[in-house]
């Protein structure tokens, strides 16, 4: 059943990222959903998005994936699975990842765009090792693990929806290069291109190493690992399974950096739309980078770093990410029909994107259904967007006190960071 799930959630991404494609082909603006939402259905909706954005949905799923890489980092010094390894040294290790990565994109961003190429190798190297050895071990005659495959069923209370949440999870990142539109060169061809050719080929990977992981390890193990590649590595591949955590550690080191390198140009985005302080659009002087978005966005994923459990970070990641892309795709429905004159150099049919939607919708529901607290804390946390955009946004004639505060801060800040606007750059 899990293998079934890890397949519907890979197709389903592809068709997310098919209906990105053509969002981002037709609004040829960096910014990913926020602009879509804009374009389509004006700046409340808009900025609604930029909050949740801002304050759960990025720093969340950066938090998760430092805390994955962590675990791995970690867990190798610790073997025995009766003595695991302190809590306070995954958290600090994930809070080292996310600091690094972040310098590292306030550095250069050429120089994150190294590290993000050097990391996905490791990655995709990592997952044919998992993948040849599983198989390997298969053809030796092991299959019990298959055997009565569907006799613990998932589905009832919402837990269905749980295990998609997770699945879809582990495929997050085929709308980051939406958020890069404007620095990618004839993006309206390379933009479904890499798309087309990347998402098939990540499914049947992901697919593939799961059935090496379910051939290898009996569920219960699978439910007690913290680093199940690990466990993987040295039941399998022996004295050499150290090569397995390593791997994965980079692997999962180029997610969060892809994470900062992409979804910081959200803001920057926001920014530049005036939906967001002015500062949080400004790059550093001499190395073009937007250094103060990266820095915040930093902040943010280290205090969600010592939320105590991982799956409550999901949840709330997910309720949100999933209404956040089914409304973005609701934009691209609706503007077929209110603005067909659009030029769109690649364009789906439109059962696609009313599919998905409907999909998200499940998801969104069976979610609230299955970790009600979870998603009423995601939820409530989104409705404080509307006081904040009519006090800060709508409300243009405040007190001169309170503009000249905003000023004396944005200044010293800007000195801080030595950061301008873009266009005195320009």
């Known amino acids: 059943m899990s293998l079934l799930v890890w397949t519907i959630s890979g197709l389903f991404s592809l068709v997310g990222a098919l209906c990105y494609a053509e969002l981002g082909t037709t609004i040829q603006l960096s910014g990913g959903e926020y602009s879509y939402i804009y374009e389509a259905f004006g700046e409340l909706p808009a900025f609604v998005l930029l909050w949740v954005t801002l304050i759960i949905i990025n720093p969340t799923g950066q938090a998760v994936v430092a805390l994955t890489f962590s675990y791995y980092v970690v867990q190798p010094f610790y073997p025995d699975p009766d003595c695991p390894p302190p809590d306070e040294f995954i958290r600090i290790a994930a809070v080292l990842c996310l600091t690094l990565l972040t310098f590292i994109n306030c550095w250069s961003v050429p120089l994150a765009t190294k590290v993000q190429d050097v990391f996905t190798v490791a990655k995709v190297s990592a997952l044919i090792i998992i993948i040849i050895a599983g198989f390997a071990y298969m053809a030796q005659g092991n299959t019990e693990n298959f055997e009565n495959s569907f006799e613990n069923k998932i589905g009832e209370d919402g837990s269905i929806a749980l295990a998609f949440y997770s699945g879809l999870f582990a495929y997050a990142g085929w709308n980051y290069l939406n958020y890069l539109t404007e620095e990618i060169k004839e993006s309206d061809q390379n933009l479904p291109r890499a798309i087309i050719i990347a998402m098939p080929l990540v499914t ?35 004295p050499m399974a150290w090569i397995i955590p390593i791997a994965v550690a980079m692997s999962t080191f180029g997610a969060v950096n892809g994470g900062i390198l992409s979804q910081s140009r959200l803001f920057f985005v926001g920014a530049r739309e005036g939906q967001l ?9 001499k190395r073009c980078t937007p250094l103060p978005s990266i820095f915040f966005t930093c902040i943010l994923s280290c205090m969600y770093v010592f939320v105590s459990e991982i799956d409550t970070l999901i949840n709330y990641f997910s309720f949100v990410t999933w209404l956040a ?56 946390i989104t409705i404080t967007a509307f006081p904040v955009y009519f006090l800060c946004i709508k409300w243009t004639d405040k007190p001169l006190v309170f503009l000249r505060m905003i000023t004396t801060t944005s200044f010293w800040f800007q000195r801080l960071f030595m950061v301008v606007g873009q266009q005195k750059i320009d």
């Open 204 to 238: 049947i990977i992901y697919v593939l190493a799961n059935v090496a992981y379910f051939a290898v390890l009996s569920p219960n193990e699978l439910m007690l690992s913290n680093a199940v590649a690990v466990s993987f590595a040295v039941k399998v591949l022996g």
């Open 277 to 285: 302080p002015q500062l949080m659009g400004m790059i550093h002087v």
């Open 325 to 380: 892309i089914g409304f973005a795709v609701c934009g691209l429905i609706y503007l077929r029909f209110k603005k067909p004159e659009l030029k769109r150099p690649f364009k789906l049919n439109i059962m696609f994107p009313i599919a998905f939607v409907l999909a998200c919708l499940f998801l969104t529901v069976m979610g609230v259904i299955a970790a009600f607290y979870d998603t009423l804390i995601g939820l409530a």
